[in-house]
Structures are given as C-alpha cells and as structure tokens.
C-alpha cells in the first residue's frame, strides 16, 4: 500500500524525468547540461543556495535558541510568524519582496534583479526548516547536562560549543538538508524579484521553466535532471553525517 | 572542607522552597539531607552547588564566601538524580571533561581517567556511550566524572532514587566505603529513612523548606525532637497524641502493672524480625515487633489474646518541643 504511494508519488516521477532526460542518449544529455546558459544557472542555484543553508544553520539555530529558552513579550507572536513562508503561497511572497526590497524600496534597500535577491528569495522561503527542527530538540534538551558540565568547571562557551551545538547537530543538520531541498528547488519567489536575467540571476529552476516555455523540452528535462542529482547527492551526503552524528545521541 | 549555609531562603514564584536554613557540614563528613518530596533537599543542595541562588543567606565552603559565585568556580562536584550523561562523549571522554575543560596535559587526563574507572569498577568500558550503559554504571560515570577534578565537596541528587532495589543495596554499601577511601566531604539527598541511617554519619531531616533536626542516625531514632522526625525516622505506632516504636512494645507472659490485652491480627515475618500487628480492646490497632525467637516462643498466631506492656511513649507538644518520655497515658 504505501510502497504503492510513495512510488506513485516519488519513485515514478523520478524514473520518468530520468528516462525524458536521458532518452536523447547521453551525448544530448550532456550537451545540454553544458549549454553556458544551462551551467550558468544551475551553478547560481546550487551555489546560492549553499550559502543560503549556511546562513540558515547559524540564524535558524539561534532564533531556535531565543524562542526556547529566552522570555520577551510577544514571543508566541514571533513563533507563529516563523511559519508565515510555509502558509504564503510563493508567488505572493516573490511580490512582497519585490514590493519591499525592489525598485522604490519603502526601507530603501533595491536588491532587484541582482543575485543578493536570489538569495534573499530564498532565504525567506527556507527560514523555517531549520528552526523548526532545532526547536523541539532544544525544548528536550536536558538543562542539567550544561549544570553538570558548568559544575565541571565549563564556562558559558564552552559549554554551547562542547555540550549544547554537539547536542544540536542532527537537529540542524537536518534543518539543513531540508533547506537546501527546497533552495535548489524554489521557483515561484524567484520569478518576480530576480528578473531572471541569463548567465545573472537566472536560476535553474527558472531556466527550466524558460525552455518548457520554449518547448525545447530536452533541456529542460536534462537541467531538471542535474539538479535532481545535485539534490540527491547533498542530501545523500547530510544523511550520512546526521546519522552519524547522532548515533549515540538518544 | 566544611560547608556553612547560614539563613538562606529561596522563593519561587510565590512558593517559599527554603526558609531560612542553616547548616553547617564538618569538612569531611557524609551527611544525608533526609525529608519528603517536596520539602526542598534538591533546592538547599543546588544552592550549595551554585545552580540555584539564594534570595538571601549566604554559602560558604572551606571558609571561603561562595554566595555569588558562579557553579563553575566552586570546586563542587554534583552527581544529578539521572546522571546528566553527555550522551555524545564516550564514558573517558565524560570522565575527562572537568579536567580537559581545564586544559590539562593529555598524558595527566589519561592516567587520572584510568584511575578513576577502576575506583568506579568501569574499567573496560571507556569506549562505550552512554546510551550503552545500564543505570548503575551510568550513576558510577557520573560520580567518576564528578571526582574527576578533585572537588572539595561531593553533591549527589537523590543518587540512587533510580535504580533497582539490588543495584541500589550495592551502590549504597559501595558509596559508604568510597567515602572511607577519599574522604571528600559529601551531602546526599534521599527521600528513603532506610538509605540515609545505612549511609550516613549525619542526618538533616527537612520538612516543608526547613531543617526539622540534625544529628547521627542513632540520635534521630532516639531522641526526635519533633512528631515528624519521630514518624520520619523508623516505624512508628500512634496512641492519642503519644508515640511509640513498635519495638518498645512488650509481649509479657502476666498482666501486670501498665500491661493491657491485645488481640493477634496478623502476623508478618520479616526475615530476622516478626512484625505482629495488634488490636487494643479500645479497637485501636498497633503494631509490635519481636525476633523470630520470641515470636517463636510465644507461638504467634492470628486471633490470640496477648498481654501487652506499652512502657514509655512520647508525646511532641504542638509547637514540637521534646517533652521527657511520658509514662504510657493508657
Ligand atoms: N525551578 C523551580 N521552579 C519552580 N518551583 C520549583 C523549582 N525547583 C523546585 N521547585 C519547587 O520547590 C519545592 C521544593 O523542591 P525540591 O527542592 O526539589 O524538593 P525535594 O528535593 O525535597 O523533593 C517543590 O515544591 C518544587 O515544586
């Protein structure tokens, strides 16, 4: 039943996109990845969105942190607007970062159709995944293991670096994994806001997208594949390390 | 070294844990904060320890003013009720942390670790995690983990309230002896009578966020100051507002100056002693305790009418001042 689900959901979507994707044979295949435009816009997704989760793991994990374990008023409030790029449909997000931070900026800050907002697109659509991992982690967190390690003697960094962040890092790496998913592919909040420019802020999926539109369909279904490797392959990767980071962690 | 705890109270919320409590602990002893949940043994212990500060009153340890000092320069060494384990450290690497935090030399921690997993009996597991452990080698990483950078005063939280009644038994027996080894002035919180007069050499009875009474086990179960200690500290049988052991109870064979008859309920043998449960003719029910020989003797068994003799009961005026033993108001 639910290997049907799934495969119906994943697997089959998967094989098919590779079949489209290598039906020209290999040779189109890679022609097509290498196409300078093709390159060009799937190194921005993947290099951008890099940079992006890195931010995520360091900001995500200490707005995580104020939201556990510090009082302010107006906490629940900030809690709940954690979730607000999951609930806004991405397009909509797109036009109120454009409307905020393009042309005629009302904080004056334009960063339209530069690759500053390529990340700041995505940067909005990810900022959840990883707070809301570390988040429930953090809450379980046994206080009295920082009391036990400050009783040993461990000042207030070293007991983050030593106890808390160790503790954390399947959590985060999680967080992580999930944010880079969604970077590589984003689509909708980038339409609007990077005007999509070739060989400068054209994002793979926009690309995609682009020659779908185009109907050179190979294309389109060979940088789709890239990036579905590219993805496959971090997350791959970011599973190896949180299993083994957490394998004594329970 | 000794520690000095003189008035402190601590509030939380509106909720009064401590008020005003002194103590003084003499350098070296192995002392039992003895009372029921709740009554703030946890909160005087981490206030000791620095985790907790006090609203007022003061700590002192080795003569040394600690009121403000952060845990991390107290030298204290706190085992927590579940251990704390760093569950990413292996069991060395738990061991060592106190003095790797230090940034002691690598070939010191090594020789100091391995003294420390024989002294605990871990030797062989250093190389395990925590979550490999069983409860009681996790209590003994714990206190190794403690004793590791050498504190001038032991803390242990309720060090056995999780634990099995076998590892329990054995870990009190072998909590005992380390303390005749090292000699490392210790405080433990219990809940259990039983577990603090085996271990203890001194007793703090607390009730109700205050120190009740202080003193030796045999003190405590002799002279209690107060109806709580008295019902604290061993079984206790309850005649108007007079106290008795079960133990002070006497089968005799005559009636006979302060003696009465009891009816046998029940009989229960416990091993060496056989506790006899007895109804008075005022149907008030006490409970007698005799050895197996006496009981044996006597022929115990349910339904049979007994002499009693209840000799000296004690009686805690309201304000619980000790008043002198009281003949038997029967
Ligand atoms: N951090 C805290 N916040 C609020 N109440 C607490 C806190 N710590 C302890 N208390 C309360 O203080 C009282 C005494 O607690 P504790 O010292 O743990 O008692 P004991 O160790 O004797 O069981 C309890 O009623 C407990 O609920």
Known sequence: MLGIYLSALVLLPIAALTAKATSGGPGVLWREITNPEALA??????????????????????????????????????????????????????????????????????????????????????????????????????????????????????????????????????????????????????????????????????????????????????????LLVAALVVLGALTFVSRWSSKHVR | MAIEVDSVSKRFGTFEALHGVSLTVTDGALTALLGPSGSGKSTLLRVIAGLEAPDTGSVRIGGQEMTDAPARSRGVGFVFQHYAPFKHMTVRNNIAFGLSVRKRAKAEIDERVAELLKLVRLDGLAGRYPSQLSGGQLQRMALARA????????????????????????????????????????????????????????????????????????????????????SFIGPVNRIGNAYLRPHDVQIV???????????????????????????????????????????????????????????????????????????STL
């Open chain 1, 41 to 226: 816009a799937i190194k921005l997704t993947l290099v951008v969105a890099v940079v992006v989760v890195a931010l995520n793991a360091v900001f995500g994990t200490l707005i995580a942190w104020v939201l556990v374990r510090d009082e302010f008023p107006g906490k629940r409030l900030v809690n709940a607007l954690i979730d607000l790029p999951f609930a806004l449909p991405t397009i909509v997000a797109g036009l109120v970062l454009l409307s905020l931070y393009g042309h005629g900026s009302p904080v004056g800050v334009n960063v339209a159709f530069t690759r500053a907002s390529v990340a700041l697109a995505l940067l909005f659509v990810t900022l959840p995944f990883v707070v809301r991992s570390v988040q429930p982690v953090l809450h379980e967190l046994e206080l009295s293991m920082e009391e036990a390690a400050a009783s040993l003697g461990a000042g207030p960094f070293t007991v983050v670096r030593r106890i808390v962040l160790p503790s954390l890092t399947p959590a985060i790496v999680s967080g992580v994994a999930l944010s880079f998913a969604r970077a590589v592919g984003e689509f909708g909040s980038l339409v609007l806001i990077t005007g999509n420019l070739p060989f400068k802020t054209e994002a793979g999926s926009v690309y995609v997208f682009a020659q779908i539109q185009n109907e050179n369909l190979p294309a389109a279904a060979a940088v789709s594949f890239a």
């Open chain 2, 147 to 230: 004793l590791a950078v050498r504190p001038k005063v032991l803390l242990l939280d309720e060090p056995f309230g999780a634990l099995d009644a076998n590892v329990r038994a054995e870990l009190r027996e072998w909590l005992r002896r380390l303390h005749d080894e090292i000699h490392v002035t210790t405080i433990f919180v219990t809940h259990d009578q039983e577990e603090a007069m085996e271990v203890a050499e001194q007793i703090v009875v607390m009730n109700a966020g205050r120190i009740e009474q202080t003193g030796t086990p045999r003190e405590l179960y002799e002279h209690p100051i107060s109806e709580f200690v008295m």
């Open chain 2, 253 to 327: 064979p005559e009636p006979g100056g302060n003696t009465t008859e009891a009816l046998v309920k029940r009989v229960v043998h416990l091993g060496f002693e056989v506790r006899v449960q007895l109804t008075l003719p005022d149907g008030r029910e006490i409970s007698a305790q005799v050895t197996r020989a006496a009981a044996h003797e006597l022929e115990l068994a349910e339904g049979q009418i007994l002499t009693v003799r209840l000799p000296a009961a004690r009686v805690f005026t309201p304000a619980s001042e000790p008043v002198a033993p009281a003949p």
